[in-house]
């Protein structure tokens, strides 16, 4: 089943290391965008977090955010170091924003560390052992995320069912009415010729000939029969466990071809109102199907 492009991914783990917190939410976008907010000194990270998201989405714009308290990242082995002036800068700040504005909270460690680039690669040890726990949790946040959009996606898919279900009896009913189009025009023609003719007699090899000219201008046979195989394509589609979001989007250019040739070959009012019909609901589908990957 096709998945929606929205969703929101939460993990968390809280030990003696501290408190670790990975978020990812998911909006509509044309192409993968990923954006990442990770405390500075866990930037050498940032490579291993955006391959990750690039093996599991494919649409969307990816917004990632990882919190860790200063314990977990100053944990033993993990080769970071604190930016001392940067630190004292800080701390000159905020004291001066106490004094300024009159302030009586005190200047705290939490309130320090909350600073996440005051945080430094010292050059020793690595990185290690500090992914494998934000994968752990990366890898939860997504499979949240996930969860997410397939339940959207599914919620998505039983509309445009519904919608491309109802352009399909539109199409049906074109399908039946040029019969009648045909009839009528002959009706018409015959009616005016012997109006023009009076008592002469009237050439009816001629006027069938007439009347085979415009069904033959009027048929819309091959229009139909690609819409209603676009349409085979578009169920398939929603079926399918696969990005198929921008193939939908040109599926719907392709329908929306067919129906302005199917409405510019009748000369009939009808149909030109069920082709509004078809347009309009091939609009909305358009609009809620870019909302799939």
């Not at 990366?138 to 069912?161: K, N, Q, S, Y």
């Not at 578009?234 to 466990?241: C, I, P, Q, W, Y």
Request: hydrophobic share 40%; with cysteine; aromatic share 4%.
């Amino acid at each position: 089943m096709a998945k929606s492009m929205t969703g929101y991914g939460r993990a968390e783990s809280l030990s003696e290391g501290g408190k670790i917190l990975v978020e990812i939410k998911s909006l509509n976008h044309r192409y993968l965008e990923t954006s990442l907010r990770l405390p500075g000194a866990l930037s050498p990270l940032e490579l291993e977090v955006r391959k990750k998201i690039n093996a599991c989405f494919s649409r969307g714009k990816i917004e990632v955010a990882v919190r860790a308290d200063a314990n977990f990242i100053l944990g033993k082995g993990s080769g970071l170091d604190l930016n001392v002036p940067l630190l004292r800068d800080y701390y000159a700040l905020l004291c001066r924003m106490k004094a300024e504005l009159n302030l009586k909270d005190d200047i705290t460690l939490a309130m320090m560390t909350s600073f996440e680039d005051i945080f430094v690669s010292s050059g020793e040890g690595d990185l290690t052992d500090v992914w494998q726990k934000i994968e752990a949790l990366l890898d939860e946040a997504i499979a949240a995320l996930t969860l997410m959009r397939e339940r959207e996606g599914a919620v998505l898919c039983r509309d445009l069912v519904e919608r491309i279900s109802m352009v399909r009896q539109l199409l049906d009913s074109i399908d039946c009415r040029l019969p009648q189009v045909i009839a009528a025009y002959q009706k018409r023609l015959t009616e005016r010729v012997k109006e023009l003719m009076g008592d002469a007699a009237i050439d009816e090899s001629r006027l069938m000939q007439e009347v085979a000219m415009m069904a033959e201008k009027s048929d819309t046979t091959e229009e139909i029969v690609r819409f209603r195989s676009h349409i085979g394509q578009f169920a398939d589609m929603l079926r399918s466990n696969e990005a198929v979001g921008r193939k939908i989007d040109f599926l719907i250019q392709e329908m929306g071809r067919e129906a302005n040739t199917i409405g510019s070959k009748s000369n009939d009012a009808e149909i030109s109102r069920i082709v509004i019909e078809i347009k309009s609901e091939l609009a909305r589908i358009r609009e809620q199907g870019q909302n799939l990957e």
